[in-house]
């Protein structure tokens, strides 16, 4: 069974730049969840989709965004980069409902970083 | 506001060892409580979790250790081996609404089990 796959790996953006990240969660998981992971703030939760829906959002500026697609795949955009958004991008998939909803199961996650 | 506080940063442990992070949450509405292990250039994988019905949860060398009145969970680990040098995350997570798990982290623990 495959796991979660984020593509790209690694990434380099210039400041005021536009960047699009993608996610595939495991098979016939339908929530798939972002997190930004620096050494200063730790892991931290930026938005969950479900069925298509934006179910819960972290605090986050409006720069990032996201979508899920009927097939479950997921893309994070962050628009104007600033230098403090160099961080891991890191996608979660779960099914999404009941009780098993809560085990999340991460991808390796995009490295961005912005000069 | 850090709602999971982590304990020890780092911790080092002779091989054999018994290596233990605690954590400390606020929230009682909190309902799952997961750890995740990370390599470096990895994402956080799923270890081993608890619910608050439970008050310790064993699975192989991995003990998970819950006292609800306390607000306090630990991960212990058994016989330490190098190959448990890692950065250990505990988390807790609740319905925030329609059926949505958010997980909050702690810090981490970077673990070194030297030989």
């Known amino acids: 069974k495959a796991g979660v796959t984020q593509t790209p790996r690694y990434l380099i953006k210039t400041r005021g730049q536009q960047v699009t990240l993608s996610c595939s969660p495991i098979?016939?998981?339908?929530?798939v969840s972002w997190y930004q992971q620096t050494p200063g703030q730790g892991l931290q939760f930026l938005f969950e989709?479900?069925?298509?829906?934006q179910r819960n959002k972290g605090n986050f500026p409006g720069r990032f965004s996201g979508r899920q697609f009927s097939n479950s795949r997921s893309e994070m955009n962050v628009s104007t980069l600033e230098l403090g958004d160099s961080a891991l991008y890191l996608c979660?998939?779960?099914w999404g409902h009941g009780r098993t909803n809560t085990e999340a199961f991460f991808g390796q996650g995009t490295r961005l970083t912005v000069v | 506001q850090q709602q999971v506080k982590q304990s020890p940063q780092s911790l080092i442990v002779q091989k054999g060892g018994i290596s233990i992070i605690n954590c400390a949450y606020e929230?009682?509405?909190?309902?799952?409580f997961p750890w995740y292990q990370q390599f470096p250039g990895k994402g956080p994988a799923l270890l081993i979790a608890?619910?608050?019905?439970?008050s310790e949860k064993k699975e192989g060398r991995f003990t998970i250790s819950f006292n609800k009145s306390a607000k306090q969970f630990s991960l212990h680990i058994m016989d330490s081996q190098p190959g448990d040098s890692a950065t250990y995350f505990c988390?807790?997570?609740?319905?925030?609404?329609?059926?949505?798990?958010?997980?909050?982290f702690g810090k981490g623990t970077k673990l070194s089990v030297i030989p």
């Open positions: 608890i619910r608050p019905d439970v």
């Open positions: 929230n009682t509405a909190f309902d799952y």
């Open positions: 979660a998939s779960s």
């Open positions: 988390a807790a997570s609740q319905d925030t609404g329609a059926g949505s798990y958010q997980l909050t």
């Open positions: 989709y479900f069925s298509e829906t």
């Open positions: 098979s016939g998981h339908r929530s």
